[in-house]
T-cell receptor, first 115, second 111 residues
Framework: EPEVTQTPSHQVTQMGQEVILRCVPI?????FYWYRQILGQKVEFLVS????????KSEIFDDQFSVERPDGSNFTLKIRSTKLEDSAMYFC?????????????FGPGTRLTVT | GDSVTQMEGPVTLSEEAFLTINCTYT??????LFWYVQYPGEGLQLLLK?????DKGSNKGFEATYRKETTSFHLEKGSVQVSDSAVYFC??????????FGAGTTVTVRA
């Protein structure tokens, strides 16, 4: 069964460094998402992406974040200058369509630790 | 704004017990509703969904009914197994893209 994959599974970085989290969505899906879960808190929406553009973003997704689909298979989240509070589990998701009942399929997550 | 309130855990049950996890939501319009499950060490897996009032989603013995009058989407399973031990998340999709999640309920089933 097709699945969303993410690399790395765990990333440790120092405050102020740039990180890139990578995702390979399900191959026939057109819509891509990033969510994050800070330890002990809810899963939060960051951004959605379609047709090489951001379609929706949350207030969390500020100028230090960016997303890109550099080729036909990868979808990346870049954090330009990491802060301690960026430590979280980051989930990538993809869906075939949007709107009523559209199912988003999640990857296993990347645990980001900022020291 | 749109939000989900989920029964707090942790919940500990014996095998073959009945499981209910309460979920209520606040949303304008007619959101779609989902339950996701996260097994230890894994990502979020879609368990079931419902897209309109009175719809019942079901999968792997789990069921949930979309109740618009009570704005609820409670998850139930009649007889749990040890393998059902996981964190369960209720979520709503009010628009096109953004899923809003509840806090998650940790369920532990003992043999």
């Amino acid at each position: 069964e097709p699945e969303v994959t993410q690399t790395p599974s765990h990333q440790v970085t120092q405050m102020g460094q740039e990180v890139i989290l990578r995702c390979v969505p399900i191959s026939n899906h057109l819509y891509f998402y990033w969510y994050r879960q800070i330890l002990g808190q809810k899963v939060e929406f960051l951004v959605s992406f379609y047709n090489n553009e951001i379609s929706e973003k949350s207030e969390i997704f500020d100028d230090q974040f960016s997303v890109e689909r550099p080729d036909g298979s990868n979808f990346t989240l870049k954090i330009r200058s990491t802060k301690l509070e960026d430590s979280a589990m980051y989930f990538c998701a993809s869906s075939e369509r949007t709107g009523g009942g559209a199912e988003q399929y999640f990857g296993p997550g990347t645990r980001l630790t900022v020291t | 704004g749109d939000s989900v309130t989920q029964m707090e855990g942790p919940v500990t049950l014996s095998e073959e017990a009945f499981l209910t996890i309460n979920c209520t939501y606040t949303a304008t319009g007619y959101p779609s509703l989902f339950w996701y499950v996260q097994y230890p060490g894994e990502g979020l897996q879609l368990l079931l969904k419902a897209t309109k009032a009175d719809d019942k989603g079901s999968n792997k013995g789990f069921e949930a009914t979309y109740r618009k009058e009570t704005t609820s989407f409670h998850l139930e399973k009649g007889s749990v197994q040890v393998s059902d031990s996981a964190v369960y998340f209720c979520a709503l999709l009010p628009g096109d893209y953004k899923l809003s999640f509840g806090a998650g309920t940790t369920v532990t089933v003992r043999a």
